[in-house]
């Protein structure tokens, strides 16, 4: 017998995969490596076969990269490939890459719709081709459907495994076709009500299909009121209605109105906290794709571009200094100080502009309230502005001994918290006018901004004050 295999027969080795504070348990993950590393299924099966497909993916992320295909090739049928939906895309194309294809198809085909597209999407045209091959026809048809729609819609992300029964079925029969059907979808929470030509024509919950008696009409319980999503809005605008109205699903019907598949809650919970993820990391001048599992090249070429245009407008800001060498050559408190501006500055922008951004990608700035967020802004920042040009102005006086530096460094200090707060405001909405992603592109023209302005304000009053 293996030592690993001793171990997990071992009651004392037993252990879970994450501990009390929700980390991932390294000596579980050994345990694993050696089970991989002595080829035993048993083991596997054992010790990760009930791991739920969360947590599988947290483990094949925290095994080396040799081991993850090792690991499913190993389980085989006993493997989850909704694991594959959980990871990083460069951990899940390293995987799919030295996985065979008929592995990929095999573990696919107990997938759901939504989760196959999500995996296959990625994946070159000819790998992606040759597991669709694989599949039976009535799966690769759909599975195909889903994948002809544009990126970021429904139709990509919907589920097309439905429960749509007849306007003329009852009750009765509706519970028991889903009593005797085999083929229906892991989890759902209504059932969609067509005619013969397939045309949505309502919803019934299935608290309300139980509490009805049997002989009721399926039409009768249907509300034909229910709001649909287009397989072609975009997911951002779908994730938005699912929060509006506190949707758990929603059908999905095409151009002619027929239904052709599901949103369910967790598709939209996957949206938004990819759409957060994807703006933070822009706000920080990171590419939305950027993940823990990329190589130091990858990375590295992709924040370059963003950091060149950073350098660029650091120089612009300072020939901007370089206007007033001779001021800075006199005092050089003057030097020490104009950083203290431009941080000010940049930081009251960056608040606005966080604000600013996430309003906007969720809906809730919009040309209805547009003046009123950017007075409210500009409001904050007077105000703000003359506290902190009281204190700075008191700071720098008695640290340097002179009245009137403390004079000057306030008044730049409000001038361009002020200009802070405007741009922080401003750029971003332009930018969404003008259908760029404030996300993406703010962050770079909002500092460059309150540079130039701050250290503009600073030396330029600073000069006027000490030629008098």
Known sequence: MSDARADVLDPKAEMAFRDDDGEVNPAFVALVARLVAAGDHDGLVAVAGDLHEADLGGLLEALETEDRPKLIEILGKDFDFTALTEVDDAVREEIL??????????????????????????????????????????????????????????????????????????????????????????????????????????????????????????????????????????????????????????????????????MTIDDIVDILEGEADDEIKALGGVKGDEELSDTVPAIARSRFQWLFINLLTAFFAASVMKMFSGSLEKMVALAVLAPVVASQGGNAATQTMTVAVRALATGELGNWNMSRFVTRELTVSLINGAAFALITGVVAAVWFGNQGLGLVIGLAIIVNLFAAALAGAAIPIALDKLGIDPAVSSGTFVTTVTDVVGFFAFLGIATLWFSL
Request: proline share 5%.
């Open 97 to 262: 890459e030295e996985l065979e294809p008929e592995t990929v198809a095999e573990g696919m085909r107990d997938l759901d719709s939504d989760d196959a597209v999500y995996i296959l999407e990625d994946m070159d045209e000819a790998d992606k081709a040759e597991i669709l091959d694989k599949l039976p026809a009535s799966e690769r048809i759909a599975l195909q459907k889903s994948l002809d729609y544009p990126d970021d819609t429904a139709g990509r992300r919907m589920q097309t495994e439905v429960i749509a029964v007849p306007t003329f079925w009852t009750v009765g029969q509706t519970i028991d076709f889903m009593r005797d059907t085999h083929e229906l979808p892991e989890t759902f929470y209504e059932i969609y009500v067509v005619d013969p030509a397939h045309h949505f024509k309502g919803t019934v919950a299935l608290d309300k299909l139980l509490r009805s008696k049997r002989p009721v009409r399926i039409s009768a319980l249907a509300d034909p009121e229910r709001k649909t999503v287009a397989a072609t809005d975009e997911l951002t605008d779908v994730a938005q209605m699912f929060k509006r109205y506190n949707f758990v699903s929603a059908p999905v019907v095409d151009e002619a109105e027929r239904l052709v598949g599901v």
